[in-house]
T-cell receptor, first 114, second 115 residues
């Protein structure tokens, strides 16, 4: 079974631009979560989607948004990019919504904002 | 809110020796606990989880972890370390008392196994 895929793998943007990252979960997985990973802050939770609905949201500004499609694929968007948005963005999928389910991570998208 | 602490930024062990990566957690109710490993330029890989039952949980690649409720700990262990175990390890917790809380990760512990 194919793992979680994320596109693109690397991205370079300039301040003020916007960016869209894509995530395809493992086949059959219906829950998708997004995380931001930086050396200073570690893994920070962005949001979680299930059945095309945002179920949980982390403490990030409104510039960060996401959505999930009917096939469980998910996208996240960051508008008006700032230098501090440079990070590895990780997508994770799990079988269903619920605390007991482990998450399976994609390789991440490395975003660099200049 | 739930939180998790990994008190050691770095753990160094010699190949063949046992290893322990420490994790303590804080939740208002009972926890679901997880360990993940991250290799360079890769996403996190699931190693094992504690849901309920036996306090000793066995996972991938020979790793195991022991849930200790009184000490609120969930230390990761392996009897004999391999050089290939060198990676960044993350402990994570979810509080089962709440329906839609997120998974909280520790800051990570870098394990280096020397030949």
């Amino acid at each position: 079974k194919a793992g979680v895929t994320q596109t693109p793998r690397y991205l370079i943007k300039t301040r003020g631009q916007q960016v869209t990252l894509s995530c395809s979960p493992i086949s059959g997985h219906r829950s998708v979560s997004w995380y931001q990973q930086t050396p200073g802050q570690g893994l920070q939770f962005l949001f979680e989607y299930f059945s095309e609905t945002q179920r949980n949201k982390g403490n990030f500004p409104g510039r960060f948004s996401g959505r999930q499609f009917s096939n469980s694929r998910s996208e996240m968007n960051v508008s008006t990019l700032e230098l501090g948005d440079s990070a590895l963005y990780l997508c994770a999928s799990s079988l269903a919504l619920g605390q007991a389910y482990e998450q399976y991570f994609g390789p991440g998208t490395r975003l660099t904002v200049t | 809110a739930q939180s998790v602490a990994q008190p050691e930024d770095q753990v160094n062990v010699a190949e063949g020796n046992p290893l322990t990566v420490k994790c303590t957690y804080s939740v208002s109710g009972n926890p679901y606990l997880f360990w993940y490993v991250q290799y360079p330029n890769r996403g996190l890989q699931f190693l094992l989880k504690y849901i309920t039952g036996d306090n000793l949980v066995k996972g991938s690649y020979g790793f195991e972890a022991e849930f200790n409720k009184s000490q609120t700990s969930f230390h990761l262990k392996k009897p004999s370390a391999l050089v290939s175990d060198s990676a960044l390890y993350f402990c994570a917790v979810r509080d089962r008392s709440y329906n839609n809380n997120d998974m909280r990760f520790g800051a990570g512990t870098r394990l280096t196994v020397k030949p």
